[in-house]
């Protein structure tokens, strides 16, 4: 069996989806930043897995279905984090390890069976993300090392990951290419690809507030001044 852990930070204001803000309130992002880990939660609930296991950056709530380990997040970058929930896991129950974030509720239980299939063949599996970087990263024998270091939030992050693999003299398999929600624009298509998930529902919601649209008009405004006044 596989270990699927997702790493994720409690959806409070001001600290999660920063980047959604504008348009929406920074208590707004925090609700969908909740939408999104509790459809990715789900998706996972719905996979064959060994254990599943969620590395959080804060407190869990309601939004955490039953039959998951908890363990807090250990290190200061992301890289240190990620392979701190590699190593744990692996501490946890001796298998193989597929980790995921909170930022692609569009994930599927078939994506996520793929992936775990797919560490019976190989030693690796990557899942690239559209903005340079990966939403999946699964590791036959988990090995913190093939994670430090590896400059993490930047476009070629995915690149350097695979490099990193490469080196070790891994065999990778890759997995579909999908939308890391950062953006607004993210958001949107990521609810598009999903009109059913919570996810799409809180932004439909959110999107229709006046406070949303008072503040995007307030964005574009200044947008549009800055312009002017560049030119």
Known sequence: MTTIVTIAKEPVAGRVKTRLTPPLSPAQAALLAEAAIED???????????????ALDGLP????????????????????????????CRRLRPEPVVLIGMDTPQVTPGLLRGAAEALTECDAVFGPAADGGFWLLGLRRPDPGLLLGVPMSRPYTGAAQLERLSRAGLAVRRLPELTDVDTAADAFRVASE?????????????????????????????RATEAGALR
């Open 194 to 222: 999903t009109p059913a998930s919570r996810f799409a529902a809180t932004l439909r919601e959110l999107a229709g507030a006046p406070e949303t649209r008072a503040t995007e008009a307030r964005a574009t405004e200044a």
């Open 61 to 88: 709530g309601s939004w955490l279905p039953p039959g998951f380990v908890v363990i807090p997040q250990r290190g200061t970058g992301l890289d240190e984090r990620l392979a701190a929930a590699f190593a744990d």
């Open 40 to 54: 990715t939660l789900r998706t996972v609930a719905a996979t064959p897995a060994g254990q599943r296991v969620l």
